[in-house]
């Protein structure tokens, strides 16, 4: 069975930061290309970043450039979500998704 797990979210001051971590499981995730989305109250889910694990180039939207880093242990089977200087703009349940798979978010809420 897959599953995707994520942790790390929480309350955080502007400015501050947040580790995300998603533990893959059922498969391993060598040749595929992993993402982070991200669903604000009221809002559309967005991506945020991805990586591509078979030639590791990334992506990630314009509103996290330079603040935000997504990284894989693929020893690990991990997904790694590196958001600093973060902002309340930030808040939001964020999600790691692989193919077909999500997993059950981890809220992040950013207080001004």
């Known amino acids: 069975e897959v599953q995707l797990v994520e942790s790390g979210g929480g309350l955080v001051q502007a400015g501050g930061s947040l580790r995300l971590s998603c533990a893959a499981s059922g498969f391993t995730f060598d040749d595929y290309t992993i993402g982070w989305f991200r669903q604000a109250p009221g809002k559309e889910r967005e991506g945020v970043s991805c990586?591509?694990?078979?030639?590791?180039?990334?992506y990630y939207a314009d509103s996290v450039k330079g603040r935000f880093t997504i990284s894989t242990d693929n020893a690990k089977n991990t997904v790694y979500l590196q958001m600093n200087s973060l902002k309340p703009e930030d808040t939001a349940v964020y999600y790691c998704?692989?193919?077909?798979?999500w997993g059950q978010g981890t809220q992040v809420t950013v207080s001004s």
């Open positions: 998704n692989i193919g077909t798979y």
């Open positions: 990586i591509n694990n078979r030639d590791r180039s990334t």
